[in-house]
């Protein structure tokens, strides 16, 4: 069951999106759309299956003033407590598509998420990007972040990237160069990504499933990876490992509320069951506090957080 629509968005807007995006939910639990299973409900929450509603979706925003968030799997995102104002969306449908192109290449939609997208690639001899599948979210959220591991980034194997452009409401095509991947950054911040073209290597398919599982079981053995949870809380600091220096400070286990610093990963912070969001920033500031007093090394975010306090 929805809320009611919220009466600080422009009736024409609220019309226009129900006539357009008739599946639309409106005062959408963001909760149940994220990996941390917490943050407050958004205005508005569409599902988008195709690149015409996504320019829909765009230009109804944009000529109401409305904001416009994309949430993709939601694996690296703090839903603040109040929710997120405007309209939310998560890329389904035809951005889940996997293609091959020419030689090495594969085609896939910017709603695919990398673990499905590195096992298709797999199983048809195409290697590369196997370091990439204990990242949990969608390429386009990956592609955004420049998410990695120690072994690689996302950047590392992409062709193209291509991006629904605000004010023409065409796709247009970026490449690696305009795109200025570096360490969980790129020129991406604020763009519709709609897809990536990615250059992998040809390989025995046996060889590159065996390396798939591996690094699978290295996360297993490494991470929190069956509570609630978005992955990474902080970038490493130059030449330093974050989760070595929040277990130094002794903060493993640490917990605010039902949010807890992981026993198993520190790096890595767990909703135990109803924690809010204001428990995990309470944690926050705690870490940055304790590591900037103890190592004189100020961290910063790579999780991403949205919405009102």
Not at 40 to 53: I, Q
Not at 177 to 187: D, G, H
Request: proline share 5%.
């Amino acid at each position: 069951m929805t809320s009611p629509l919220p009466t600080t968005l422009p009736h024409a807007f609220r019309e226009a999106i129900a006539k357009r995006l008739p599946d639309a939910r409106f005062g959408e639990p963001l909760a149940e759309h994220t990996t941390f299973k917490i943050g407050g409900p958004a205005d508005v929450y569409a599902e988008l299956r195709t690149e015409a509603e996504m320019a829909d979706a765009v230009r109804i925003a944009d000529e109401y003033g409305v904001p416009l968030t994309v949430v993709g799997y939601g694996s690296n995102l703090l839903v603040l407590d109040s929710g997120v104002r405007g309209l939310v969306l998560r890329l389904k449908g035809d951005f889940e598509r996997l293609g091959t192109g020419s030689g090495t290449l594969l085609e896939a939609g910017a709603g695919v998420r990398l673990p499905k997208l590195i096992a298709w690639a797999g199983e048809r001899g195409l290697g590369g990007s196997e370091n990439l599948v204990g990242v949990p979210g969608t390429l386009g959220g990956s592609l955004v972040m420049n998410a990695g591991t120690r072994e690689g980034e996302v950047g590392d194997i992409v062709r193209e990237v291509r991006v629904l452009d605000r004010k023409t409401l065409r796709v247009v095509v970026l490449s690696p160069r305009e795109l200025k991947f570096s360490y969980r950054a790129s020129a991406l911040d604020d763009r519709l990504v709609v897809g990536a073209l990615l250059e992998l290597k040809a390989g025995r398919r046996d060889d590159i499933i065996t390396r798939i599982r591996e690094f699978q079981q290295k996360r297993l053995a490494t991470q929190p990876v069956h509570t609630h949870n978005v992955g990474s809380t902080f970038k490493n600091p130059p030449g330093q490992f974050v989760g070595r220096l929040i277990e130094r400070a002794g903060l493993k286990g640490l917990r605010v509320g039902d949010a807890r610093v992981s026993p198993v990963h520190a790096n890595f912070i767990e909703n135990m069951g109803s924690a809010k969001a204001c428990d995990v920033l309470g944690i926050v500031t705690a870490v940055r506090e304790k590591i900037r007093s103890e190592f004189g090394v100020e961290l910063e975010l790579e999780m991403r957080i949205v919405g009102e306090a």
